[in-house]
Nanobody
Framework: QVQLVESGGGLVQAGGSLRLSCVAS????????MAWFRQAPGNEREFVAG????????SYADSVKGRSTISRDNAKNTVYLHMNNLKPEDTAVYYC??????????????????WGQGTQVTVSS
C-alpha cells in the first residue's frame, strides 16, 4: 500500500507561482514513478506531469509544458510540482498518484490505483 498526502495549494494571482508537494508513505517510493493530475469542476481528471522512479525522465501535458517542473527527493519520499506563470485555467484540485510502476507508462487516470486527497489551487485573474 502507498499513502499519499499533498500540500502546497492555495490562492494565487495570475502570473504567480506555487510549489506542490506530495509525501508518500512506505518503503517503495524510490522504486515507483509518480504523477500529478488535476481536476476542475465539471471536467475529467487530467494528467499534468509524471516522473520516473529515479527522476531521469519526466513528461508533461502540453497545457503546462514550459511552465511546470516535476521533481522528486527519494530520501524524503516526496514528489514536487513547481508551477510558474499560473493562469486562471490552471484552477483545479491537484492530485498526486502512482500505479507503482517504475516508469510513467500512461497518462490515463483510470490506470493509477493510488491517490492522495488532493490540494486546491485557485488562480485569480
Amino acid at each position: 500500500q502507498v499513502q499519499l498526502v499533498e500540500s502546497g495549494g492555495g490562492l494565487v494571482q495570475a502570473g504567480g507561482s506555487l510549489r506542490l508537494s506530495c509525501v508518500a508513505s512506505g518503503r517503495t517510493f524510490s522504486t515507483i514513478a509518480m504523477a500529478w493530475f488535476r481536476q476542475a469542476p465539471g471536467n475529467e481528471r487530467e494528467f499534468v506531469a509524471g516522473i520516473d522512479w529515479i527522476g531521469g525522465r519526466t513528461s508533461y501535458a502540453d497545457s503546462v509544458k514550459g511552465r511546470s517542473t516535476i521533481s522528486r527527493d527519494n530520501a524524503k519520499n516526496t514528489v514536487y510540482l513547481h508551477m510558474n506563470n499560473l493562469k486562471p485555467e490552471d484552477t483545479a484540485v491537484y492530485y498526486c498518484a502512482t500505479d507503482r510502476r517504475p516508469a510513467i507508462a500512461t497518462m490515463s487516470a483510470a490506470v493509477f490505483g493510488f491517490w492522495g486527497q488532493g490540494t486546491q489551487v485557485t488562480v485569480s485573474s
